[in-house]
């Protein structure tokens, strides 16, 4: 496995983070009911787990990526974000109260 691909896999990690979230907040401002669409709680519930995983997955690569390549520039700043990511949402977590 290459040095890059590591942190590839992070950075398309929090690309799909972002976009999850992205998806879940266009739901939320949208006036279309989704409710309506049949099977749409289990794709919704799954896209949340994939959410939830994301920043502890970019983590686990960027760190990876670190570690074989220290010198590399990119790969703090991969991880720096994935960590920021990861902060983000717990502390958005856990001031929510629905949990």
Known sequence: MSKASLRNASIFSLAVWVGIWVLFLLMRLSPFDYRDIPGIGAVLLIALAVALLAPIVAAGLAAAALVRQPQAQLNWLTLGCAMAALIG?????????WM
């Open 89 to 97: 949402q717990i502390i958005l977590f856990g001031i929510s109260r």
